[in-house]
Every structure is written in structure tokens, then in C-alpha cells.
């Protein structure tokens, strides 16, 4: 079973994509904010993140650069999930390292479209 | 969103009319277990004419006074079901299978019964990426509506979010409000016409054709004629490609599986080649 680090300060829209994934078939851990996150990733080695762009303490690209600097088996992969929609958004997360970009509002075939085109699906 | 209101469930005089119309204009023939999704289609067309049921529906068809209502019946009836990559492997085999044909002159590719256009765009897109010659791509469906969204290439944030992974949708796609629309060099790339596979000839000879999950949904007499228009447009060493679950084996005697390509279907009187026999 892969395992799915969803990031996002909001409790609904974790338990939102919580209950996508678990129909997944995904383990889920939860983190509100970047720092918490790296955390996880340490704690849990998740497979993929799906981050929030805006969160307090560490924002998404905080989070995706501090990542760069983490010592973990394995990189997850990173796919934003996010409510900046803009191309310049998006454009400036994969320079940065993403490895997809989910534009909410999302629904379940969405998410699983994307988690399958970055192979954990 | 305007939330639909709820409607009575069509009767079966009704559905009877509506599934005749579907079958008279298309060969799509509504089955018993898919009975339910005529309910669900028409919601949408029954709120925009602000008709209160299905059997209203029908008097305003055979009223005969609305020349457009049995097209736009028709439209709410077809499934347009399709998305970027679907089955992304398939996809890529036919590319590749076109490249490996070899051939000199441009390819002529046609996708049949392509919905709103994602399937001919995905094409295109892995055709102008590797770099070849580009071929002609026909995309084709019998739905009017379906080909006038095809045509401007215009996708929700939904639909572009389906099958198409973000680096592509950041080199071939515009932000347009809230769609996103192809950019000029990959529209450019798809000729769209309106088609009718149950009765129109085929639009040309093509080195692929694409008809993928269209063929369940017709008769079997609809189905068998289908396919043997499919295989009079394939040039003589064409391909064909069907939807999972679909297979011209005991449906046509001029196609077969393919010696060359697994998955794809041939003309039977395709030559055999010395590395197919090699096998």
C-alpha cells in the first residue's frame, strides 16, 4: 500500500482527499503546515505529498525547497494541490521541483488522474 | 451550477420514442441496464426548454415544429465520455505504430467518434513531440455540439485536469478565464468534421484509425456494417484501433488482429510480412 502525505491548513479539504485516497487505496498521514510536513516525511517516508501552496508557519515552496536539503530514503513525489490556478503559479512549482499540479476544486477522478501520471497510482 | 430540479422519470412510451430516435439517427441503441442514463441525459435539456417530463419532451419531437429538437435530443443522449491519454499506453502504441509503418508520404490518421476532441489532441501532441513528420489527423463525430467544442479546444479546468499531465498542458495550452484553450500550433494540427458512423462512407483511406468504445453501444447489424466501412478506409497496411473489450473476431471477415501489432486490428488481405512470419 503507497502511502499519501496530504499538506493543507485546511481540515476540510484533508478530510476531503483523506476520503478520496482511502478509496485509493492510499494509507494518509495529515500535516497542516510545511514544517509539519517535513516531519511526516521523516516519520512516514510517504511515496507523494499533495501540498497546499498557502499554509502558515512554511508554505508549499518553502516546504518543496526545504525538501531538496531533507536526507530521506526516497524523494516522494510532490504534487501541488492548490487554488492558485494561474500559469506563472504553475510554472514556477515545477521550476522549483514539483512533480504535478492539482488545481482545486478537485474531484476524485482528477486526483487519481494525477497520482497515476506520477506512477503511485 | 444551476442545481436541476428533479424530474419524474420518463415513461415508457417516452423512452421507448427516445431510444428510436438515438438508434434512427446514430445506431446507438439505449439497452435495458443503460435505461437509467436517459433520465439523467435529459435533465439538462428539460430545464433549459423549461419542459416538465420527458413525455413533454416528445410531443414537442413530433410536434414537428422545433426543426433542431431531435439534434439536440440526440446531443443529450450520446455519451461524450472521453479524456486526455486515456489509457495512455494505447495511445503511445499507435504513435509508435504509425512511425514504425515507415512511410514516406505524410500518415492520415482519423479518430473516429472522438467526443469532444481530447483523443485527436493527445495524438497530436506525441506526434509533434518526437519530432516526425506530422500526419494528418481527422477527428470525427456524429454530434454537432461535441464537434463545436472539439473544434475551439476549449476544456474546463475539469477536463484539462483528466489524463493530461501539467508539463504538457503548460507547452500546448492558454489560460482562457477559467478553460484552457489548445494554442494554435495543435489546433492547427486536427481537421474536424461532423460524421456519422452508422451511415456515412468512410472520409478518406488512412494509415490508423482510432474507434475506441463506440462499437458496444451499436446494434450488431449497425456494429458489423460499421467495420466493414472501417476496414474499406484503411489503406493496405493500416491499423485499427478498438476500445478495450471491443474486437472485430467474429464480427467482420475483412478485418483481423494484426501479425505486426499487438492490440491493433488489419485488413485481412494485408501482406504478411517475413518479420511478422519470423513472429
Given at each position: ?67 531538496g ?53 | ?23 434512427a ?49 440526440v ?58 513528420v ?73 494509415d490508423?484509425i482510432l ?52 492490440g ?16
Amino acid at each position: 500500500m503507497k502511502t499519501c502525505l496530504i499538506v493543507d491548513d485546511s481540515k476540510v479539504i484533508r478530510k476531503v482527499a483523506r476520503h478520496i485516497l482511502e478509496t485509493l487505496n492510499f494509507a494518509v498521514v495529515e500535516a497542516a503546515d510545511g514544517r509539519e510536513a517535513l516531519t511526516q516525511c521523516h516519520a512516514h517516508h510517504p511515496d507523494v505529498v499533495l501540498l497546499d501552496w498557502n499554509m502558515p508557519v512554511m508554505s508549499g515552496m518553502e516546504f518543496l525547497r526545504a525538501l531538496g536539503d531533507e536526507t530521506l530514503p526516497k524523494r516522494p513525489k510532490v504534487v501541488f494541490c492548490t487554488t492558485e490556478n494561474g500559469m506563472a503559479h504553475i510554472r514556477a512549482a515545477i521550476e522549483a521541483g514539483a512533480d504535478e499540479y492539482v488545481m482545486k476544486p478537485f474531484d476524485r477522478e482528477t486526483l487519481e488522474s494525477k497520482l497515476q501520471i506520477v506512477g503511485v497510482a | 451550477m444551476t442545481a436541476l430540479a428533479r424530474v419524474q422519470p420518463p415513461s415508457a412510451g417516452a423512452t421507448m420514442v427516445l431510444s428510436a430516435l438515438l438508434e434512427a439517427r446514430t445506431g446507438q441503441q439505449l439497452a435495458a441496464s443503460r435505461s437509467w442514463r436517459l433520465e439523467t441525459a435529459i435533465a439538462p435539456l428539460l430545464s433549459e426548454l423549461a419542459l416538465p417530463h420527458a413525455d413533454a419532451l416528445v410531443a414537442r419531437l413530433l410536434d414537428g415544429h422545433d426543426h433542431r429538437i431531435g439534434d439536440r435530443i440526440v446531443d443529450a443522449l450520446l455519451n461524450h465520455e472521453t479524456s486526455f491519454f486515456r489509457d495512455a499506453g494505447v495511445i503511445e502504441s499507435a504513435v509508435e505504430a504509425v512511425r514504425a509503418q515507415g512511410a514516406t508520404a505524410r500518415p492520415r490518421v482519423w479518430c473516429a467518434a472522438c467526443a469532444t476532441g481530447q483523443e485527436p489532441l493527445s495524438l497530436a501532441m506525441l506526434f509533434a513531440e518526437d519530432g516526425g513528420v506530422m500526419p494528418d489527423i481527422l477527428a470525427t463525430d456524429v454530434s454537432a455540439s461535441a464537434m463545436a467544442r472539439a473544434r475551439a479546444g476549449s476544456y474546463s479546468q475539469f477536463e484539462i485536469q483528466r489524463g493530461l499531465p501539467i508539463r504538457r498542458m503548460m507547452r500546448w495550452f492558454e489560460a482562457d478565464g477559467s478553460n484552457w484553450v489548445a494554442n494554435k500550433t495543435l489546433l492547427a494540427s486536427v481537421t474536424y468534421r461532423r460524421h456519422n458512423l452508422a451511415v456515412d462512407a468512410g472520409p478518406g483511406r488512412f494509415d490508423l484509425i482510432l474507434c475506441r468504445n463506440v462499437l458496444f453501444y451499436l446494434t450488431p447489424p449497425v456494429r458489423q456494417a460499421v467495420l466493414e466501412r472501417l476496414a474499406q478506409a484503411l489503406k493496405p497496411a493500416g491499423l485499427l484501433l478498438l476500445g478495450a473489450g471491443e474486437t472485430v473476431i467474429g464480427q467482420s471477415e475483412q478485418l483481423r488482429p494484426s501479425t505486426t501489432h499487438r492490440g491493433f486490428y488489419e485488413r485481412v488481405d494485408t501482406e504478411v510480412t517475413p518479420h511478422a512470419q519470423r513472429g
